[in-house]
């Protein structure tokens, strides 16, 4: 099975639960050590089940509860170069870091994880790919832009987590100052409802999931959200995808999809590793490839 739960996403702070078959995984930790706990408890887990927290980026929208949660328990934190440097050098003491580089493959547990780079504000953002039993999960937010990266990484996808973070015209009249509205307009800022489009349009099969996440809370609504969707929903490949809209203060369903019978076609390329924390702590603090 490959899994993912959104415990709560929005400009105010994003969190997922992420399972690769049976190990729980954090993706990003923005909200509170308390929430996330809770969110954590009510699927049996704790903190100290996770195989790992992936960080997409160090923005305290993505990474606010991380702190609580180290000084708790030592938890491996997967996520670039430039994000780990960007954290430490706010003094978060990470004791614990693999790093992810764009573009190199990683490979544990009959798991395959692609991170990509994605145009945003801060030293080093990623977004992943994690393919598994050949299902495909594909995440981005926070995308000033759409790339060819993007668009290469995420058009397969039979679950999508996709940011659709503001409709033009609130933010054009919200109470933002302008400097914000021009930074989040900006090439690295964050993609318009109207900018899923981009992508959805371009799917090079039916998608199964699409979640919609990182949405303003001062200019858009998830109304706006789904009508943005409506002139799209006729395309072959959306007219059967289940539509999630993510929220800040209510938990999604997990979402899953269980294995298909043609998985991986180079099955030579994958590398059975033992244990996963076993490989976790001979590569702290090396890149994976």
Request: hydrophobic residues 35%; contains cysteine; proline residues 4%.
């Amino acid at each position: 099975m490959l899994s993912i739960k959104y415990i709560g996403s929005g400009s105010r702070g994003n969190s997922a639960l992420i399972m690769l078959g049976r190990r729980p995984f954090l993706l990003d930790a923005g909200l509170s050590k308390k929430r996330i706990e809770e969110a954590l408890r009510h699927e049996g887990f704790s903190f100290e089940n996770l195989g790992g927290i992936f960080l997409t980026h160090e923005h305290g929208d993505h990474t606010c509860g991380l702190a609580n949660i180290l000084k708790k328990v030592s938890i491996p934190i997967i996520t670039s170069k430039g994000t780990f440097k960007a954290l430490t050098e706010k003094g978060l003491d990470i004791p614990q870091a693999v790093f992810l580089r764009s573009g190199k493959e990683f490979e544990f547990e009959g798991t395959r994880i692609w991170p990509f780079s994605v145009p945003h504000d801060s030293p080093e953002p990623i977004g992943i790919r994690i393919e598994r039993n050949g299902i495909i999960l594909g995440i981005a937010t926070d995308i000033g832009h759409l790339t060819t990266e993007i668009l290469r990484n995420l058009s397969d996808c039979d679950i999508l987590c996709l940011e659709s973070n503001y409709d033009e015209d609130m933010l054009s009249k919200c109470s933002y100052p302008a400097w914000l509205k021009s930074r989040i307009r900006g090439p690295l800022g964050h993609l318009a409802n109207s900018g899923t489009r981009g992508i959805l349009t371009r799917l090079k099969k039916s998608l199964k999931n699409l979640i919609l996440v990182h949405l303003s809370q001062e200019s858009n609504t998830p109304e706006l959200v789904l009508e943005n969707l409506e002139l799209i929903r006729n395309i072959e490949h959306l007219r059967e995808t289940i539509i999630t809209v993510a929220l800040q203060n209510k938990p999604t369903q997990m979402i899953s999809i269980g294995a298909q019978k043609n998985i991986l076609k180079n099955k030579s390329r994958i590398r059975r590793i033992k244990h996963f924390q076993e490989s976790l702590s001979a590569l702290m603090g090396e890149d994976f490839f």
